[in-house]
């Protein structure tokens, strides 16, 4: 952990003179955060508290990350990330935003599969660029690939909320009031035939102790919308970079608006590899 933040530490430094406009919204964002903590502690709110804690890490990470795999974030990229990071867990976990803001959900969601698609073409791209990599990808297999990659992604945070639902107690995988099922589990005859139930007004929950909890407006499904409405944006946000990605591939452009969410490998790594490619030949 010492390690992590050392090198997150040096890379910022670096950043404060070749990246001035991403340093500058990494300390404002972290001032935010910073203030939630006090806020959270002294209103006695301690998973808010961790949540900031969480947060401050996060927000090292993509420096961490340039350090580590020795690669190039651009700006607009890592801006969005660190945005990304404190809508999802200030704004959307502490502020409620996830429940006053309807489309606050989709809106991330939608992003991070843009996002992610954007950093598993570069993955792809470095590793077809590179003299040492037997992998030679097509631009349209790069852009099923970086697809495939942003849902695996998707599908793995999926699977966490899951899992935190289930044992910590906690509801990332929200709610939907439906009013129509198809179920089989009312087949009387068990012989696995589905049955709808249409126009669902109100249902009621009972507990052990007696206590019948009223639920006006339909059924409360427990997550599975929620789930699927995540997947589904998530792969159209993947889709939009898939396209911006086989574009930039066919031309190269650096210019073009996809350059500016691809990672790239940093000069002197580059210039190690050709050096190496023209030594073996």
């Given at each position: 952990?010492?390690?992590?933040?050392?090198?997150?530490?040096?890379?910022?430094?670096?950043?404060?003179?070749?990246?001035?406009?991403?340093?500058?919204?990494?300390?404002?964002?972290?001032?935010?955060?910073?203030?939630?903590?006090?806020?959270?502690?002294?209103?006695?709110?301690?998973?808010?508290?961790?949540?900031?804690?969480?947060?401050?890490?996060?927000?090292?990470?993509?420096?961490?990350?340039?350090?580590?795999?020795?690669i190039e974030l651009p700006d607009l990229l890592e801006s969005i990330?660190?945005?990304?990071?404190?809508?999802?867990?200030?704004?959307?976990?502490?502020?409620?935003?996830?429940?006053?803001?309807?489309?606050?959900?989709?809106?991330?969601?939608?992003?991070?599969?843009?996002?992610?698609?954007?950093?598993?073409?570069?993955?792809?791209?470095?590793?077809?660029?590179?003299?040492?990599?037997?992998?030679?990808?097509?631009?349209?297999?790069?852009?099923?690939?970086?697809?495939?990659?942003?849902?695996?992604?998707?599908?793995?945070?999926?699977?966490?909320?899951?899992?935190?639902?289930?044992?910590?107690?906690?509801?990332?995988?929200?709610?939907?009031?439906?009013?129509?099922?198809?179920?089989?589990?009312?087949?009387?005859?068990?012989?696995?035939?589905?049955?709808?139930?249409?126009?669902?007004?109100?249902?009621?929950?009972?507990?052990?102790?007696?206590?019948?909890?009223?639920?006006?407006?339909?059924?409360?499904?427990?997550?599975?919308?929620?789930?699927?409405a995540d997947l589904i944006v998530n792969l159209i946000g993947a889709?939009?970079?898939?396209v911006l990605g086989f574009a930039y591939v066919k031309t190269r452009?650096?210019?073009?608006?996809?350059?500016?969410?691809?990672?790239?490998?940093?000069?002197?790594?580059?210039?190690?590899?050709?050096?190496?490619?023209?030594?073996?030949?």
């Open positions: 952990m010492a390690g992590f933040f050392a090198r997150a530490k040096r890379t910022m430094r670096q950043k404060r003179q070749n990246e001035p406009m991403v340093f500058y919204l990494y300390f404002i964002l972290r001032a935010l955060v910073l203030i939630t903590l006090v806020r959270s502690a002294f209103i006695g709110h301690y998973e808010h508290m961790m949540l900031c804690v969480l947060t401050l890490v996060l927000l090292l990470v993509p420096s961490f990350l340039e350090h580590t795999l020795d990330i660190l945005l990304f990071i404190f809508a999802a867990e200030i704004l959307g976990e502490i502020d409620a935003f996830y429940i006053s803001i309807p489309f606050w959900d989709t809106i991330l969601h939608t992003t991070w599969g843009f996002m992610c698609a954007g950093i598993g073409f570069a993955l792809f791209d470095i590793l077809n660029r590179s003299e040492n990599s037997s992998i030679h990808l097509t631009p349209l297999y790069m852009a099923v690939s970086a697809v495939a990659f942003s849902m695996c992604i998707g599908a793995c945070w999926e699977i966490f909320e899951y899992f935190a639902d289930c044992f910590i107690g906690v509801d990332m995988q929200k709610d939907t009031l439906v009013q129509a099922i198809n179920t089989v589990w009312l087949d009387p005859t068990n012989s696995n035939v589905t049955i709808p139930v249409r126009d669902i007004v109100s249902s009621q929950i009972t507990l052990a102790s007696g206590e019948v909890i009223s639920i006006p407006g339909g059924y409360l499904d427990i997550g599975i919308h929620d789930t699927m889709l939009a970079f898939a452009d650096n210019n073009s608006f996809a350059a500016r969410f691809i990672p790239r490998v940093r000069k002197r790594v580059s210039e190690a590899v050709g050096k190496a490619g023209s030594s073996a030949e």
